[in-house]
Nanobody
């Protein structure tokens, strides 16, 4: 079973940066599309950014210009570079992969982003 493992979350100050990683236990090519989602306390999980079937990326309006998705296929890793972070970005961030053959969803366990006061 292919697994997704996120890392890179932590405590950050407003205006700061973090880079999240999502490492695939097998081959990243197991997934046709991947993306990042987040869930803040008391709120539903929401899209941050996702790859589309057309090879493009779809960013939430709230993160456009601040967050960037990328991947290193040789390392089987998906990244989320987050710049100019705001307190509203505090959440648990999840990596999602859609299997290339079955279209089944796979999710990581999440990594927490919190803000220092």
């Amino acid at each position: 079973q292919v697994q997704l493992v996120e890392s890179g979350g932590g405590l950050v100050q407003p205006g700061g940066s973090l880079r999240l990683s999502c490492t695939v236990s097998g081959s990243i090519f197991s997934f046709g599309r991947m993306g990042w989602y987040r869930q803040a306390p008391g709120k539903q999980r929401e899209l941050v950014v996702a790859e589309t079937n057309g090879g493009r990326t779809n960013y939430a309006d709230s993160v456009k210009g601040r967050f960037t998705i990328s991947r290193d296929n040789a390392k089987n890793t998906l990244y989320l570079q987050m710049n100019r972070l705001k307190p509203v970005d505090a959440a648990v961030y999840y990596c999602r992969g859609v299997a290339a053959v079955s279209n089944n969803d796979h999710w990581g366990q999440g990594t927490q982003v919190t803000f220092s006061t």
